[in-house]
């Protein structure tokens, strides 16, 4: 009986008994890792990481996938930094900037929706046109914003805590809400468990797989903005590879690419967890491409981890 | 001419759950005969094949292959000795050619490159031996006719020498010239020495072409008889006589204002001319054979399919359904046929299936009031005495008929008008089907209109007050239930 409810906590806690490992990993790799100025670096670099991948939650709740928001990101950055030079307030730039994820993420889901292409082409193809636009926009090189606007929220901190990881913070719950809270949110994760269920159960399942792909456009719309506000400047260049972050992120979290499963805070623990792995061989001074390589195998080894211990049965 | 037994499948019995598929039953296959196998739709026909197969073990039972006893079941084990199963799905790959087809399993010698050249020739051979040399053998499966690639079936199995073929309604989806010529190749066969097995529901077609009979009933072996022994009013009786239980509750429901009207409804392929009414407090059955086109006019209605034309009037305003939400709004419910696939969300908490389509009536501003949602699905649950452990466990852990009764309630929740159920018992122990008799009635007293589709005739006998039969897509009668036996329907089922 004792060795069952074990097996249980330790089924139902996989994600954070994960992250504590990473933790303590750090902890003796490092001493310097459990400074404050560490931790909040991290922290902050991870934000951005942090928003996208719950956009991409919402679409991957849904059965679907997202590989454009990485683009998203780098649009998103080139577009603030331009309305800004053109002299706009910051609230306004903001502002629409975020409407281009609305508007992107509105096509990319009725294609998926109401056309019902694959999610995997739809946004493969807009991950590419989204580039382009940024590139366009930019002709490809980096753009300054000016000096005492968006560079502000990057800088910023309330304490010792930047406004970067307190924007973060309000996504996450915001998300947790919705996600737990909101018949929206019930729905998004029903259409993923079984899309024909709800279909007959007289939803209209097409709205709400669109409203999802806008989530994911604007968080990672708003990714790019952070980006922006961090180094003060907005490229083309940013966001390249971050949609599998993103993705990874969700799926070490416990959300099934199948849909019908997912967790806002798991999530988070899931950044995390890819921040840990990265900081650990920062800190260990591991060169950038076995990095890359042994990111990869760990990402392989926790979503494993993950198969071996979750409650879901097979189904053939 | 001596008989040969190819098969002989004796006292096989199966079981999935608690459900008996078959018991004892007994089956032969000679060589040259052509053996009709019929039965009402979950007689057991299936299953009995399936066994043959090799895709389900058998209980118990014994099966010999030319006097020899099976060891071990497997696809393989069946194949080799010559087995061959043309279901009514066709196991073919449409992007490939003929010739690919027929050889799918043995596309190259050991080297691993394939000889196109021979593959097509002896395709064409093979081809050539049935008498369907217009068929090219470089020619898409997708593209050919549904009868051709019934034939593309058969020359695989040819290909692997098979000694008994087994057809599962090959008729239904092919036309009446079609069939004649699927019939001459069944009858060259036959002289050649196949056994061949042929499973249908159209009466008719068997006289034309069997030489035994084999009635089943329930899983039951009812009996053998040689075709100029028996007689098609016999043969119904057969199938269908049996004792009625007493499964069925008592309904005190008034019957009121017609709800729907259906008149003239198209839709695809499979619904023509459709037209039925369904009244306040009635329970209006659904009758047919599986692919009757039951289950395709009740989508439509429901607005699940496109419709190609006819008129749906309900309380005497006509509407045009395009999706369920707008059904589901005018106030009708669909149960459907598979549970699992589109009835239940098996992997969420029953009680997220339960106010699934009135979510909104226990939110406020779209937060959901976690409080009310529970007290309101425990109230419907309890209303269709469904047995759980926690109102936030997974649907997979409840039984079958549990699973139905959640169904259920997620339509009682939303407080249908008229409520569509396919085949509301399918896959339920009888004690839960009791059960949920007794539930289509409260809601019918309530005054619901209810519509059943139903392949077990008992349900639909003693549950409708009125019975619709259907047949290829149409209305082949309408029958009001006074004392109606099971030959009246079936009667309509068959084709005459």
């Not at chain 2, 019929?38 to 007689?43: C, D, K, R």
Request: with cysteine; net charge positive.
């Amino acid at each position: 009986m004792k060795k069952d409810s074990i097996l249980n906590m330790i089924k139902k806690y996989n994600t954070y008994i994960i992250l504590i490992i990473c933790i303590l990993a750090c902890i003796v790799v490092s001493p310097d890792f459990l400074t404050l100025t560490n931790i909040i670096n991290i922290v902050k670099q991870y934000a951005g990481l942090t928003v996208i991948a719950l956009g991409m939650l919402f679409v991957i709740m849904t059965g679907g996938i997202d590989l454009s928001v990485g683009s998203y990101v780098a649009l998103g950055s080139v577009t603030v930094a331009i309305f800004l030079t053109k002299g706009m307030s910051v609230p306004i730039a903001v502002l629409l900037t975020l409407c281009i994820g609305v508007l992107g993420g509105t096509f990319t889901g009725i294609l998926v929706a109401k056309i019902k292409m694959p999610p995997f082409i739809v946004t493969m193809a807009m991950m590419t046109v989204i580039k382009g636009i940024a590139f366009m926009l930019s002709n490809g090189s980096p753009i300054k914003t000016p000096l005492n606007t968006i560079g502000i929220l990057g800088k910023g901190k309330i304490g010792v805590i930047p406004y970067l990881v307190i924007l973060a913070v309000i996504v996450v719950l915001i998300s947790a809400f919705i996600i737990r809270n909101t018949s929206f949110g019930r729905i998004i994760m029903a259409i993923g468990s079984n899309e024909k269920c709800v279909l007959l159960s007289g939803i209209q399942v097409p709205y709400y797989k669109i409203a999802a792909y806008i989530i994911s456009a604007v968080c990672a719309v708003l990714g790019g903005i952070m980006a922006a506000s961090r180094t003060a400047v907005g490229t083309p260049l940013y966001g390249t590879g971050l949609e599998l972050d993103a993705i990874a992120a969700c799926v070490i979290g416990g959300a099934s690419l199948n849909g019908g499963e997912g967790s806002a805070i798991k999530t988070v623990v899931g950044v995390l967890i890819l921040a840990l792995i990265g900081n650990i061989m920062n800190l260990l001074s591991v060169p950038s491409y076995p990095q890359d390589v042994i990111k990869g195998a760990i990402i392989i080894i926790s979503i494993l981890i993950q198969i071996f211990t979750s409650e879901r049965k097979k189904t053939v | 001419m001596g008989k040969e037994c190819l098969v002989e499948m004796k006292k096989i019995s199966k079981s999935f759950g608690g459900v008996h598929a078959l018991t004892n039953m007994d089956f032969e296959i000679n060589k040259g005969v052509i053996h009709a196998l019929i039965g009402e739709n979950g007689a057991g026909k299936s299953t009995l094949m399936k066994i043959l197969s090799g895709a389900y073990v058998e209980d118990s039972g014994k099966i010999l292959f030319e006097g020899k006893e099976k060891k071990g079941t497997s696809p393989k084990i069946s194949m080799d000795a010559g087995i061959s199963v043309i279901y009514q799905e066709f196991m073919l790959a449409p992007h490939l050619t003929v010739a690919e087809n027929i050889f799918i399993d043995r596309l190259s010698e050991k080297s691993g490159i394939i000889n196109w050249k021979k593959m097509r020739n002896d395709a064409k051979k093979i081809l050539k031996e049935v008498g369907f040399e217009d068929i090219d053998p470089n020619a898409k499966v997708g593209e050919l006719s549904i009868a051709y690639q019934q034939i593309v079936e058969i020359c695989k199995s040819l290909s692997r020498n098979a000694k008994v073929l087994i057809l599962d309604e090959p008729s239904a989806v092919l036309t009446f010239n079609e069939i004649q010529k699927l019939f001459t190749l069944l009858r060259k066969l036959k002289k050649e020495g196949m056994g061949i097995v042929y499973i249908s529901h159209r009466l008719e077609e068997l006289f034309e072409l069997c030489d035994n009979i084999t009635v089943m009933k329930d899983g039951y072996y009812v009996g053998s008889y040689s075709i100029d022994e028996i007689n098609k009013s016999e043969l119904i009786e057969k199938m269908v006589g049996r004792e009625l239980k007493s499964l069925y509750p008592k309904r005190n429901a008034k019957i009121g204002e017609v709800i729907l009207e259906v008149e003239n409804l198209n839709a695809g392929k499979m619904v023509r001319d459709v037209s039925f009414v369904v009244k306040k407090g009635e329970v209006l059955g659904f009758g047919g054979l599986v692919g009757a086109g039951r289950t395709e006019t009740l989508r439509a209605v429901f607005g699940v399919d496109k419709k190609d034309g006819g008129k749906i009037i309900l309380k005497g305003k006509e509407v045009d359904l395009k999706t369920p939400h707008e059904a589901v709004k005018n106030k009708i419910g669909l149960l459907a046929e598979d549970r699992k696939q589109q009835g239940v969300l098996l992997e969420m908490p029953i009680r997220y299936n339960v106010t699934l389509s009135i979510i909104n009536k226990v939110s406020k501003y779209g937060i959901i009031n976690h409080k009310k949602d529970k007290s309101f699905a425990e109230n419907i649950l309890k209303k269709v005495t469904a047995k759980y452990g926690k109102i936030d466990d997974h649907v997979d852990s409840l039984s079958g008929g549990n699973q139905q009764k959640v169904a259920l309630a997620k339509w009682l929740a939303a407080d249908c008008e008229l409520i569509i159920l396919d085949e509301p018992t399918r896959g339920v122990d009888v004690g839960a089907k009791a059960e949920i008799y007794k539930n289509i009635n409260d809601l019918a007293e309530a005054g619901a209109a209810i519509v059943m589709i139903s392949s077990e005739m008992d349900e639909l006998l003693n549950m409708s007050d009125r019975i619709i039969v259907m047949r290829q897509g149409r209305v082949t009668g309408e029958l009001e239930n006074n004392h109606l036996k099971d030959v009246d329907i079936m009667k309509l089922c068959v084709e005459e």
